[in-house]
């Protein structure tokens, strides 16, 4: 190859990478305008001003105007922040090491067995007294799930298929099944309070956030990230295939023990504290594979910007469809979720 071809490859490289990176600054950019609107947003409308004003000096604030900013809406509009980064990075890892596109939490029943445990640390009423009452349901949730991916790996294992993308598909869709059964039998024994309880944790809901658990959700993401990037040459390298990634020396097996470990932390923590969101893990993927493509240096923070900014926009609408009343942010992340999936579905295959 000439010196001039080399250069131009060069150029060509550099400009891709540059375009990459304001992609990236630009959904930091839209997150942090989504961050601002979910503030302002509420029964009590607060003009930006205002919210502005409560952020850069509390205590200049009205007291009624510091109670409902930092006390309500900061930790639920920062949990939405979370939650979407955990489960957008989380369906992403799935997505390259099961060498699926439509794979999330939801693929290895990670969902479903976080919503068991709580279930029956809601209607069996204990309390784990190491965590305290405010914490059981929650721990009881993160358990549960990661109880389930430890199950599918071994299931998988003990037939002599190496824990790979098909046969952990196939057992996470099983263990969907057992674990939804077992979820309405629960509900079955469950009495009318308990099984209101429930439902309402099947809705998933921003409404119990504190700023504890913002802390514990924050600590875990930033101990997954970086723990995700430092692998990212190889994950770029799985989407070529298996052959290839073994052929440049990944050993693809420790690799997804590894991802479906850490996708199970993230998942886990995230959905122990508000419950059932679906989409954001196939939403975020998907946004960030059309718009930056599938160098996984730039794909990975995509898919946890592109989740935590379409949670947040959820919340946004979710205090915003109803004057007055805050819907479960589940159901919207359901209602928008699939208009905008299928959408970006579309805009994958017009793509040349």
Known sequence: MSVAATSALGRAYARRTRGRTLT???????????????LATGASDMPLGTVLAGLWDPAAAEVGVRVILWDVRLPQ??????????????GAEMQTVLANPLASPFTLGISNAATLGAAIAIVAGFHIPVVGPEWTVAVTAFAFAMAATVVVQALARTQGLDGGGESLILFGIAMVFVLNALLWLVQFLASADALQQIVFWTMGSLGRSTWSTVGLLAAVVALCFPWAMRHVWAMTALRAGEEHARALGIAVGRMRVLVLLRVSLLAGVALSFVGTISFIGLVGPHIARLALGEDHRFYLPGAALGGALVLSLSSVVSKSLVPGLVLPVGIVTALVGIPAFVALILLQRRRP
């Open 24 to 38: 990236l600054i630009g959904l930091a950019a839209a997150l942090a305008g989504s961050l601002l609107l979910d």
């Open 77 to 90: 509009a920062l949990m939405a922040v979370l939650v979407g980064a955990a489960l957008g990075l989380a």
